[in-house]
């Protein structure tokens, strides 16, 4: 059984379970009903001795009544035979994490012979990482300086709490390391061998405790820093405050965001022909669909729509959203604008938007994109990708007849425009109504008007689904887990 911290008794967790059994026969017209009886968004199929035999959710029936199944069928016929699961007892951080990890909002957790023994949703666990005890927290963000940069990145990844505290051998206080100054290093061509005392910042913003939770904001406020290591008498961190454990926000106030779904894809013919090619399947699940996760687990609730071909499929599929976790709009263009020119059709436009192409597959973290795009107080930010290009010749450099230098097979690296930027709603005012308009005009205009652009380099996974060679990665990128 799961351990606390759970929002539901153990009551209420027996009844679910009930309510969340059906048998493999049932129709999926009794899946429907018993569905919106359960309210868990997904039903477990099981033997007669509760053994586990698959799992069928809600967008499992309408995928299939999409492709044309009838309600008269049985549930077997849709559901997953090979669900993520969980074996007793679990505690409720174990399950938490199966949650991020494989983008799920139901756990069938089993005994040792197969037989489901708890149904856990996502919102039975209480999440809250920073009610833990100050010491453990510095631990978990406390690194070497010698570490490497590669080495800091993934370290990050793993806390969740966007800075890592270097600490000499006594425990005091050597420098912070932040995603952003990671992500400008990068920008300059640091190498990720490097050591991250190399590019860590070591005149941080600090303070001596104890310090109260109002002076603390204060002074992250006056210094506009998101991060407050407080130090004891002699420089050791004795905790680590971030601004989120001070100020309650609305995380759905934070951020929208709007998917440029319109294009025809014409490389991707014969496969477009009948489908945009945000709706093609990747998986099991088309394009968009897995953009949209993403945008969920990001904290993104509102999220615009702009299309142009075949947009009834696009709004057949995901309707007003809720299915899906977000609150969706769309922006349909009556002729194609451009990459830009349908954020045009936004209205009453508030807070900054994160803007992604509908072909773009990424695990960037778009929350600290945001932070960066906030600490540079940019009016855009444009996601990057670095580019190598191989050259398979020698290149000679020549000054006039004599030669000065020769390299051989030299790799040229560049940072190629990724498809994913954040915008201040200010800068829609520069978009020309009811015409043709790119993301790369709409830059160029910013910069012509001294506007603040800048570059975010994306390291996690990315992909842009253009070519028929990009879907058939995209298709194996799934099936080795790469895409969840």
């Not at 406390?142 to 990145?153: D, H, I, K, L, T």
């Not at 290591?229 to 905790?239: A, E, I, K, N, Y």
């Not at 829609?428 to 830059?443: K, N, S, V, Y």
């Amino acid at each position: 059984m799961i351990t606390p911290p759970t929002v539901v008794t153990e009551q209420v967790m027996e009844q679910r379970l009930r309510a969340s059994i059906v048998a493999p026969s049932a129709s999926l017209a009794d899946a429907l009903a018993q569905l919106d009886h359960a309210g868990t968004g997904a039903l477990m199929l099981c033997d007669d001795s509760d053994r586990l035999l698959g799992v069928l959710t809600n967008g499992d029936v309408r995928r299939g009544i999409l492709r044309g199944k009838a309600l008269s069928e049985s549930c077997a016929s849709l559901a997953s035979p090979r669900p993520v699961t969980a074996q007793a007892p679990i505690t409720a951080a174990q399950a938490l994490q199966l949650f991020n990890e494989r983008d799920i909002n139901q756990l069938p957790v089993l005994s040792a012979d197969g037989r489901v023994v708890q149904f856990l949703l996502r919102s039975d666990l209480r999440a809250d990482r920073e009610a833990e005890l100050p010491g453990r927290r510095v631990r978990e963000c406390s690194v070497s300086p010698s570490v490497s940069v590669a080495e800091a990145m993934a370290h990050l990844d793993r806390t969740g709490y966007g800075v890592l505290l270097l600490s000499d051998v006594d425990g005091r206080l050597a420098g912070v390391l932040t995603d952003g100054d990671i992500r400008r290093a990068i920008l300059r061509g640091t190498l990720l061998s490097d050591a991250c005392d190399t590019i860590a910042s070591h005149s941080a913003v600090t303070a001596v405790g104890p310090l109260g939770s109002e002076a603390a904001l204060r002074i992250m406020d006056e210094h506009d820093v998101d991060q407050l290591p407080v130090l004891d008498c002699v420089g050791r961190v004795q905790s680590l405050l971030l601004r989120r454990d001070l100020v309650v926000q609305n995380a759905d106030a934070d951020l929208s965001a709007v998917v440029m779904a319109g294009g025809y894809g014409m490389r991707l013919r014969p496969l477009t022909e009948a489908l945009p090619k945000p709706m093609l399947p990747v998986g099991d699940r088309p394009l968009l669909e897995l953009t949209i996760a993403q945008l969920r687990r990001a904290g993104i609730k509102d999220v615009s729509l702009a299309t142009h071909y075949l947009p009834e499929t696009i709004s057949r599929h995901f309707g007003n959203g809720e299915s899906f976790g977000v609150r969706l709009k769309y922006l349909h263009e009556e002729h194609p604008l451009g990459t830009a020119g349908g954020l045009g059709l936004l209205k009453n436009a508030e807070g900054t938007m994160l803007v992604i192409n509908g072909d773009v597959l990424t695990g960037a973290p778009f929350p600290a994109m945001l932070a960066y795009h906030r600490q540079l107080r940019a009016d855009l930010t444009v996601g990057v990708r670095k580019y190598e290009l191989q050259v398979p010749f020698g290149v000679v450099e020549c000054d006039d007849v004599r030669v000065t230098h020769i390299r051989e097979k030299p790799s040229l690296n560049f940072f190629i425009n990724a498809g994913a930027y954040l915008l201040e709603p200010h800068t829609l005012d520069l978009i020309p109504e009811g015409r043709r308009f790119d993301m790369t005009d709409l830059i160029q205009k910013l910069l012509d008007n001294g506007r603040t652009v800048v570059s975010y380099p994306i390291v996690e996974y990315w992909l842009d689904i253009g070519r028929q060679e990009d879907y058939q990665r995209a298709q194996e990128d799934v099936l080795s887990g790469r895409i969840v």
